[in-house]
């Protein structure tokens, strides 16, 4: 991303997300003028995070009533760690 940004391949780029984090400060990618960076804020719209909230209620009831997580992401993981606590 870096060398295609540099020499103009791509005319500019936004990131949400980079595959350290925090990014490094003497990351090349830094350098840039066509790129622009944010804090893992790509989600922050209200509706957004209300319907976050309220995923993560559901799944708090449920798992208070034994019931499957309705919005279980890793129910593999989930399962296992049942496992291992029966």
Do not use: F, Q, W
């Not at 790129?35 to 995923?55: C, D, E, F, N, Q």
């Amino acid at each position: 991303l870096y060398e295609a940004l540099k020499s103009r391949t791509i005319l500019a780029a936004a990131l949400d997300v980079t595959e350290v984090e925090p990014i490094p400060l003497d990351d090349p990618i830094l350098t840039v003028d066509n790129l622009v960076i944010a804090p893992h804020i790509g989600s922050a719209s209200v509706a957004t995070r209300t319907k976050m909230a309220v995923m993560a209620a559901e799944n708090l009831l449920a798992g208070l009533r034994g019931e499957p997580l309705p919005n279980c992401v890793n129910a593999e993981a989930l399962a296992a760690t049942i496992r291992e606590r029966s």
